[in-house]
């Protein structure tokens, strides 16, 4: 029994050994230099663009030293923040998001800095300073915008004898249907344009990205969704699921799990089975990366045949970064936080190496920046007064979710009449957010 | 502890008296000692969390800030506006009234055969419950590659035999039942222990039966059947405790698939449910609101709603079981 | 079947191999017999066949209609080490199944014990609790103890996982308990007419005589947590340091989009310690698992 109990607190010793592991090397900061971590979403080829940046700004500063996690989500971030174990600067591709982070306390507010470093905000576009607060609660700045917009295969256009890319939806879907061929078998072989909700980016099925080129209006004046009362809600998805059923939904599919990875090498677009797309501006780096003789040009998206005058525009969003609530070392997460947001040399330097748009005028019009055609369109587009983003609300992107749940029903014909429908979500959706404001549930 | 300083005759002193006090002092001490890990763990980890389950039900608390008293706001969303609530509900049941189902028949037709096997019952037994120790990510992840529409291997096969193969988990029908062939092809567990307890019914019975003139139909259902009665009801609630917690697989599948669908590969869209919400089982929602969303509040009301759930259905099924199952004599 | 070429004493029955045709007639009469379950048997080992395949195709091959491998690409198995840290999700895992199992016996040995061979006042009461927390989901208390980790500032490593199993496991007990309670009296008389004092008792006679229930529940437990995915993913995803395997099998894709021969292989090496480990201890794994159906 002796033996019994001596093991026994021995293996208790290992648990806490085990359980206390994180926490000792945690603490173990503040040697000689202090270690700051920063969370971002990008991997692989962009993350190590982003280590490069870093890695300057760390050998500037001997007091610090950056440590750099890649493969964030918001997930992620949610959990730490509520388990406590926080990054010292955090970053999310999700710009929706920050309606939450902001109300919720979960990013710190970053007001009280800007206004000890005497630093203006209005360097920075203005959709980027919309997306990037909620409510006057300014907390996230903008590092690096992102943009949508049109690529197309040069070669396959020459070879179906089109000229010029598509200005309007209904151009699109006849371009579409010359550039489709088909197996023996009825399956899809190339593919013109791919309209499915949910394949790749360009068609995120909570149709951010087509809303800005049918000038659909999220709410009306009341603040109350209007995806029922503004008629372009009800084109777009129309004018989607008819392309979706020319192909053939079953056909869709079927090609769509076939596809490889989007951000593998084996891009449907980049090895020619896809011969039109909506994506964003970092595509152009990819391309040059992994198959630099693609014949391939890139153009603003087409927009809605009622609407021909919002050619040129686009949709917009970017990553935000900021400083979660519970964080040690608050002044030199600021400190990171200030330098590539503001700097226009880390800006170009990044938007170089990973080709996203620079988010401050200065670094806009920065001398370091190397032209490239391909994304001189991007820059284009960011520019245009029209190119909208996402409204910011005090649920984050949970409206997003209620969106899509409802698209991906109707594109598959689950979702009877459209505008039933569509008059059911804007309930949904206010219903939501009414619940969020009140800090009661979703 | 039996007594055994007792002796008849002897006379009851107050020493001896003192002396049974002091062992029985002596076994409460034992008793507690040995007893005192599942006390500290009964009352930690279930009837803690369950009392704070029930609190956090009516308040809303994202672990950012304290909880703060909503009342039953969280239960009213629930039944009444929460969209995702009903299909999870029903989700969920599928699994209940097809998947159990079929997992303890086909666990009991392939115990039934490897029983009648002459030879090599060894290797059939450890074939059939290989696939249930494979863990179940893992299992999951092949099985959304090998019935991937487009270029899984079951589709080809299917393609070469000329049938249009189904969109399996790209598709809202027919994703549960893939679902389903998943967890038939893990059934080990429960096949092995209707073996044991088939080849465990006495021989007498089928003998007496025979010579009664039973066919072998006949047999299953009056001799068969009522002894391993009592293990088809364990293998019933176990395979129904386990549909309410129903979770890995569908959350792996889910995400898998949809990346398979090649969806924006940074998550910036919820995956859960995928696709079309056809595999947001209750727990699966209850993860959702709680640790993607941090809705702390409206998730114990969620688990509050399982837990009575649960709990009826447990002992409805044992409840009703009275009826069919027959124990053999020893005292339950 | 033996071959009897001794003479043996009248009366004995000699058995002769018989010819080589009757045999060949029974070997196919034993298949059609076995025809479905045969068909069957293949059926359920077709998923492994294809997993293997893919796991030694190169990645365009993989994501084509291909369904044999050419060439063979064995490399896959070396590359997989180096795309991901196996190593150090296979030592996580280890330490959390390990610890888990060791404080799974050390507590509920104690427990199942006191239910089943002391009598006591309150017990069945005690039992009645046992059986309770068997019926309850755990999903349902996941919240309020996640709340709980949190404020300990333990969520992001092991201690969550492995803590509560010290604390006793409803299952483990009930389990323990069923068989304890057929450990005839006599054996433990004889040791307390010995003098041994209670827990003397326990770790000598019972212990020994229990060696196939514990052993199955120490299998049981390791099987449980080594393929434990849910309490993992609550506590351990964002700190990628302390990633079991199941979660780093989970996250395979998204860290490298989607190779799926890599995948396939890395599945491969996920499931091998559980069906090496079932090959050596196959007897308790069958016996274990009988013991669950018969006894509960």
């Given amino acids: 029994m002796r033996r019994g109990v001596i093991a026994a607190i021995a293996l208790a010793a290992i648990l806490a050994a085990a359980a206390g592991a994180t926490a000792r090397s945690a603490a173990h900061a503040g040697t000689k230099a202090d270690t700051i971590t920063v969370w971002v979403g990008w991997s692989a080829r962009e993350l190590a663009g982003f280590k490069k940046v870093v890695a300057e700004y760390d050998s500037k500063h001997p007091d610090v030293n950056v440590k750099v996690v890649g493969g964030i989500n918001d997930d992620k971030i949610t959990a730490a923040i509520r388990s406590g174990n926080v990054p010292d600067v955090v970053s999310s591709f999700t710009s929706a998001n920050v309606g939450s982070y902001c109300k919720s306390g979960a990013w710190v507010d970053l007001k009280p800095f800007l206004s000890k470093d005497h630093l203006d905000v209005n360097v920075f576009p203005k959709t980027s300073q919309y997306y990037t607060q909620y409510n006057g609660k300014r907390c996230a700045l903008p590092f690096l915008a992102d943009v949508y917009g049109f690529y197309y295969n040069k070669k396959m256009f020459q070879a179906a004898g089109i000229k010029s890319p598509p200005k309007t939806m209904s151009e699109l879907t006849a371009d579409a249907k010359k550039l489709t061929k088909r197996n023996q078998n009825g399956s899809l072989k190339v593919v013109g344009y791919n309209p499915f909700l949910g394949f790749y980016a360009g068609n995120a099925p909570d149709l951010s990205a087509y809303a800005p080129l049918f000038g659909a209006k999220y709410t009306d004046a009341g603040g109350h969704s209007a995806l029922s009362k503004d008629p372009a809600w009800s084109r777009l998805l129309k004018w989607q699921k008819n392309l979706v059923d020319w192909y053939g939904y079953k056909n869709l599919q079927k090609f769509n799990a076939g596809a490889a990875d989007e951000f593998s090498a084996s891009h449907a677009f980049e090895i020619g089975k896809l011969a039109m797309m909506i994506d964003g501006e970092w595509r152009v780096a990819f391309i040059q990366a992994e198959h630099p003789g693609l014949a391939y040009a890139t153009a603003p998206a087409p927009v809605d045949d009622a609407k021909k005058n919002l050619y040129g525009a686009g949709y917009v969003n970017g990553t935000i970064i900021g400083i979660p609530k519970g964080v040690k070392h608050k002044d030199q997460a600021w400190a990171l936080l200030k330098y590539l947001t503001f700097n226009a040399h880390p800006l170009a330097q990044f938007s170089n190496l990973i080709r996203n748009v620079p988010t401050t005028k200065e670094s806009l019009n920065s001398k370091e920046i190397k032209p490239d055609a391909h994304f001189k369109t991007f820059l284009t587009i960011f520019a245009n007064p029209s190119s909208k983003t996402t409204p910011i609300t005090a649920a984050g992107n949970a409206y997003g979710t209620l969106i899509q749940a409802f698209a991906v029903k109707w594109q598959a014909g689950h979702a009877g009449d459209l505008h039933a429908g569509l008059q059911k979500l804007d309930k949904q959706i206010d219903a939501q957010l009414k619940q969020a404001q009140a800090g009661g549930v979703p | 502890m039996t007594e055994t300083a007792v002796t008849a005759g002897a006379p009851f002193t107050a020493e001896r008296r003192r002396a049974r006090h002091r062992a029985a002092w002596r076994r409460r001490r034992l008793v507690l000692m040995l007893m005192s890990p599942w006390i500290v763990g009964f009352c930690v980890f279930f009837g803690y969390p369950l009392v704070m389950s029930v609190y956090l039900s009516f308040t809303h608390y994202d672990l950012l800030s304290s909880p703060k008293w909503i009342g039953w706001a969280n239960y009213k969303y629930l039944f009444t506006e929460d969209p995702q609530v009903g299909p999870a509900v029903r989700n969920t049941l599928w699994l209940i009234l097809i998947m159990v189902p079929l997992q303890v028949l086909f666990a009991f037709g392939v115990a039934t055969m490897v029983a009648r096997a002459k030879r090599g019952v060894g290797f059939f037994r450890t074939v059939f419950y290989l696939p249930a120790l494979a863990p179940p990510v893992a299992a999951t992840m092949a099985f959304v590659y090998l019935l991937n529409p487009a270029t899984g291997p079951v589709n080809v096969i299917l393609g070469h035999l000329g049938v249009n193969g189904p969109l399996w988990f790209q598709s809202p029908q027919w994703s549960k039942p893939s679902l389903t062939l998943l967890s038939i092809w893990g059934v080990g567990n429960l096949m092995i222990i209707f073996l044991a307890a088939i080849l465990d019914a006495p021989q007498q019975l089928y003998e007496s039966a025979e010579l009664d003139g039973a066919g072998p139909i006949q047999r299953m259902r009056w001799v068969t059947l009522p002894t391993i009665s009592p293990v088809i009801l364990f293998s019933v609630v176990i395979s129904v405790i386990a549909a309410m917690q129903y979770f890995t697989q569908a959350y792996v599948a889910a995400n898998i698939a949809s990346g398979q669908a090649s969806q924006a590969g940074d998550q910036t869209v919820n995956n859960l449910g995928y696709p079309e919400g056809s595999t947001l089982f209750y727990p699966v929602l209850l993860y959702q609101h709680g640790f993607r969303f941090f809705n702390m509040g409206y998730a114990s009301a969620l688990s509050v709603l399982l837990l009575i759930v649960a709990f009826t259905v447990t002992v409805l099924i044992i409840r009703n079981s009275r009826r069919w199952v027959h124990y053999a004599g020893a005292v339950k | ?296």
């Fill in chain 3, 1 to 296: 079947m033996s071959t009897a070429s001794v003479p043996v004493a009248a009366g004995t029955l000699v058995r002769r191999k018989p010819p080589w045709a009757v045999r060949r007639r029974r070997f196919l009469v034993a298949v059609a017999d076995h025809s479905l379950l045969i068909v069957v048997a293949i059926i359920f080992l077709t998923p492994f066949a294809f997993i293997v395949l893919t796991s030694l195709m190169t990645n365009e091959q993989a994501l084509s209609s291909h369904l044999w491998p050419s060439p063979f690409r064995w490399h896959n198995y070396v590359d997989v080490f180096r795309e991901a840290p196996i190593w150090r999700w296979a030592i996580n895992t280890f330490l959390y199944s390990v610890l888990a199992t060791l404080g799974v016996l050390c507590s509920s040995i104690p427990v199942a014990y006191a239910l089943s061979r002391i009598r006591w006042r309150g017990r069945d009461l005690a039992f009645a609790t046992v059986l309770i927390a068997l019926m309850l989901p755990p999903v349902v208390s996941v919240v309020p103890l996640y709340v709980m980790w949190a404020k300990l500032h333990l969520v992001g490593n092991l201690g969550p996982l492995i803590i509560p199993n010290w604390f006793g496991d409803a299952f483990s007990i009930f389990l323990l308990r069923q068989f304890f309670l057929t450990i005839p009296e006599e054996y433990l008389d004889a040791a307390r007419v010995d003098g041994c004092g209670e827990l003397r008792i326990l770790a000598t006679v019972v212990l020994r005589l229990a060696k196939p229930a514990i052993a199955a529940v120490a299998l049981f437990s390791f099987l449980y947590t080594f393929n434990d995915f849910f309490l993992p993913l609550l506590y351990l995803r964002e700190n990628p340091s302390h990633w079991v395997l199941q979660i780093g099998l989970s996250e395979f894709r998204s860290l490298h989009q989607v190779q799926w021969n890599l995948t396939m292989a890395a599945t491969l090496l996920v499931m091998a310690p559980v069906i090496i480990l079932f090959f050596l201890a196959q007897k308790a794994f069958v016996e274990g698992v009988t013991l669950t159906g018969v006894k509960g």
